[in-house]
């Protein structure tokens, strides 16, 4: 029930949803499980065995590698200056805005409740811990949390 | 698929939306897009030419001005101190609390992840970073973030 | 509209729900209203005369009094150290990491945006404001709020 997947959508093998998502334009790779009420935009990349749960938002900009856990509830974002309308006042559309990179690496977790900040790197590995708001790069194997995350656990 | 719209909504013209939203009792202005899985409740106005972005939600007493982002994942509340029930052990219905105001004026910028505690006022221009807990006022022009949300730049 | 309810749901008398909600395996108590876009997982118990707000999550291990309120965007988690994959590279499913039980007293509030990190115990009527990152025990009558969450108000 309530699975919205554009036809413009790569599916990997063995993807696995349970209902009330939004799915346009992006790619998932094999094995991955995406929780209720998940939306992903187009240009967005989420690798294989990942678990995606309920409630995330992943926007176009965003690449996630493999066996990356991202909880419940966590924001990515790919502008850092948002509005709603551009100088000539009509609503501004994708491509209408500088769309900030973020790149979160193989077998990273990020803790549920989190918001992260646009064009930052998530290193393989790392943990993000739950209702953080990430605002700069996280190291490999690094532990942050806290608003604004700061690291707790230096990388091996 | 999935659009849950209320015989009361006012819905402006050449509003947008795509999904899984649930409006009653709203007012929407002209030319304003509400994303996925977003709930507006009776009583909240949200102005024209507003992106009122996926997994928000918008409570009664939220008037929301013209030209306004409200980012992912946006949570507006209206009461200081929310009980389940009243002293007799009824389930508390809207109009059983004190329903504080909440305004956001013009061309305003709410980032994503962000909580709004009741009775603010959001000052026209002003900026919400992402992962914010908005708890006093905001100026016009100010940008503010963290948690609690502290001004960072002061409004012109 | 969009109820998503296993047969294997306990539901008590006069329960509400309006639409979008994922609730499987889970026990909610006589007169407990759920909001939109909401998931209660399997395991999990809801007491009576609740509210639990759109938005919420309420995961395996969680147990939650009688007339409690969880706000909007409220994010329950259960396992300290989540991953998405085991040591066999197979993705982790339910019952494959330690399941942390979390215990909301009975008139306990929890406000909106709230993340509650696993295994803590919130006690009866405490107050945990909106936006906060709980991550220890809230005593009986506190009041608590932050990221971390800390005692703003000592409990009766």
Chains 1, 2, 3 share one sequence.
């Not at 209720?36 to 900009?61: D, L, N």
């Not at 966590?74 to 551009?86: I, L, Q, S």
């Not at 500088?98 to 998530?122: D, F, M, Q």
């Not at 943990?127 to 608003?147: H, I």
Request: aromatic share 6%.
């Amino acid at each position: 029930m309530g699975l919205r997947i554009a036809a413009d959508v790569k599916l990997g093998e063995g993807v696995r949803m349970h209902g009330f998502v939004n799915l346009y334009g992006c790619e998932i790779g094999d094995g991955t499980r995406i929780g209720c009420f998940v939306e992903i935009q187009k240009g967005a990349k989420v690798g294989s065995r990942c678990k995606v749960s309920s409630h995330t938002f992943i926007c176009e900009g965003v690449e996630i590698g493999d066996e990356v856990f991202v909880g419940h509830g966590v924001m990515f974002t790919n502008d850092r200056y948002p509005k709603a309308v551009g100088v000539d006042g009509a609503l501004l559309e994708s491509g209408g805005w500088e769309c900030l990179p973020t790149r979160v690496g193989n077998g990273a977790s990020i803790g549920s409740g989190s918001t992260v900040l646009p064009g930052v790197c998530i290193g393989r590995g790392a943990v993000v811990g739950a209702g953080s708001v990430v605002t700069r790069d996280v190291a490999d194997g690094a532990t942050v949390f806290g608003n604004p995350a700061v690291v707790r656990k230096e990388g091996a």
